[in-house]
């Protein structure tokens, strides 16, 4: 099995390259320009395009070819006061050479809209952001020239009292989305609601691949699912749900994609460690590795790059592992 590192948005090691840049709302009513104060945001978020390209030239140095973006990348992007401010037009130009260059050097680029984004909700105000905020990511995504290997990564939402109710309200919404937003969406387990079963049950309704969350799964597994050391005979199905989807302007097999992470403390056992338990990983990588032969892991630790090479450092003293290159190994 060949194995692919990335780390989410920020790097520890790139000074002055945050991809977050933004300005708060407060800020922006007190400026008496409206329009002085709209050019300022779209040159921040200029800035945070171009930074972000900064940073997959970084990744290239180090052989780094996963990258999820910060969903910050345009500030203010879908408050209620910047109602009818399309900034894609002033970006159009950045976005498109921050995706050429993931498309030369074939990196696989995805989102994460943040957690209020949520089509299981009961509340229509809720509903009709989120989907606002879905067709953003998606538009970004389209103004790279990305095709859709560049996912968007949700979680089902929360339960709201009545969990099955919920699940179907997910579905039908899914089923209801634009087919351009359809295909780019990937599901998680969640780390409270939806474990890992029940998130497999709703993409095969839907159709939607699957990103399973090894951390999520840890904390979050009811008693009709098998224990955390055995979640690889859920792994046939979950790799089943990928099936059909390809690699950037390739008829190659887009691989799986996993989310890691490793508990903060015995206390706080949801929250994300700075670094990656290698040997919890590496448990999993084995019981799955017979049966898959690419898999593409997101690494969600405090330490971002930095712990991305600390895992390269940890995996490459293991007994059954060739490294392949610093982001990469096969097992």
Known sequence: MIVRLGYVAMSMLVANASPSKTMTATTF????????????????????????????????????????????????????????WDPMPVLQDAFAELGQYARLHKMRISFHPDHFTVLSTPREEVLRNSLLDLDRHVTML??????ESAKCNIHIGGAYGNKETARARFVER????????????????????????????????????????????Q????????????????????????????????????????????????????????????????????????MTPKLDIMIEAKRKDEALIQLMKDVSEERDVNVLGQASFEL
Not at 189 to 217: G, Q, S, W, Y
Request: with cysteine.
């Open 29 to 84: 009513a007190k400026l008496e320009n409206r329009e002085a104060a709209i050019r300022k945001l779209e040159r921040t978020a200029v800035d945070n395009i171009n930074n972000t390209l900064r940073l997959l030239k970084h990744n290239r140095a180090y052989d780094i070819q996963l990258y999820r973006c910060s969903s910050k990348l345009i500030p203010l992007l879908g408050h209620e006061m910047l109602e009818g």
């Open 142 to 147: 389209e103004a790279m020239g990305l095709d």
């Open 174 to 217: 899914f089923r209801n989305l634009p087919e351009r937003i359809q295909r780019r969406l990937t599901l998680e387990n969640d780390d409270k609601t939806f474990t890992a079963l029940e998130t497999l049950t709703v993409c095969e309704d839907v159709r939607a691949p699957m990103v399973l969350d090894i951390h999520h799964h």
């Open 219 to 290: 904390v979050n597994h009811s008693e009709d699912e098998l224990a955390e050391e055995d979640i690889a005979v859920l792994w046939p199905r979950i790799m089943h749900t990928w099936e059909g989807q390809k690699e950037q302007d390739s008829e190659r097999h887009l691989p799986p994609k996993i989310h890691v992470s490793s508990p903060k403390n015995d206390k706080d056992v949801r929250s994300h460690a700075d670094f990656i338990d290698a040997a919890v990983l590496m448990q999993f990588l084995r019981s799955v590795a017979p």
